[in-house]
T-cell receptor
């Protein structure tokens, strides 16, 4: 059973702070890792993907991947109230025809 | 990303009836998937919609309950058959595009309430 684990939260940070979201996965063969943002009542929206160990930055977002530890994280710098949402970590299934396994999500609240 | 639409956006149905959800994409895509998201839960993959052939279902989901069609590269339907209140959920289609393997983009979802 391929699993993706996230802290369900809620995670609460003040505006302007760094929000750190974490995810672990069980399938050592996984090669592709995704972060989605889901606002209440809306569908998931892709924020970032990462394939290689290390950091990948896109604006205020940084994804970090450590395959040896089977760990992927998302940092949000200068958090804004508009970042308040549930963040879903998704991992591909090795040999799984592009299928993804999703974590349960971490609910982030950014307080003004 | 692809522009994805779903119809209906929401519906309220009586138990025992069936509902067909449509997913339309503005351009050709490689893979199309159907997910269910129950209240407060994450996404559960129902099946992969294969063009011109039977869908590939995940464990716990069967064709009789969730028949799926994909007649071409831009359109798919999911039917929720013989509905019960436990089928109340959000149903989402997602797609991948050639050259961006495994990167899935989601439609707006269909919110279903079964009474």
């Amino acid at each position: 059973q391929k699993e993706v684990e996230q802290n369900s939260g809620p995670l609460s940070v003040p505006e302007g702070a760094i929000a750190s979201l974490n995810c672990t996965y069980s399938d050592r063969g996984s090669q592709s890792f995704f972060w989605y943002r889901q606002y209440s009542g809306k569908s998931p929206e892709l924020i970032m993907f990462i394939y290689s160990n290390g950091d990948k930055e896109d604006g205020r977002f940084t994804a970090q991947l450590n395959k040896a530890s089977q760990y992927v994280s998302l940092l949000i710098r200068d958090s804004q109230p508009s970042d308040s949402a549930t963040y879903l970590c998704a991992v591909n299934i090795q040999g799984g025809s592009e299928k993804l396994v999703f974590g349960k999500g971490t609910k982030l609240t950014v307080n003004p | 990303s692809a522009v994805i639409s779903q119809k209906p956006s929401r519906d309220i149905c009586q138990r025992g009836t069936s509902l067909t959800i449509q997913c339309q994409v503005d351009s050709q895509v490689t893979m199309m998937f159907w997910y269910r998201q129950q209240p407060g839960q994450s996404l559960t993959l129902i099946a992969t919609a294969n063009q011109g052939s039977e869908a590939t279902y995940e464990s716990g989901f069967v064709i009789d309950k969730f028949p799926i069609s994909r007649p071409n590269l831009t359109f798919s339907t999911l039917t929720v058959s013989n509905m019960s209140p436990e089928d109340s959920s959000i149903y989402l289609c997602s797609v991948t595009r050639q050259g961006a393997a495994e990167t899935q983009y989601f439609g707006p979802g269909t919110r279903l309430l079964v009474l």
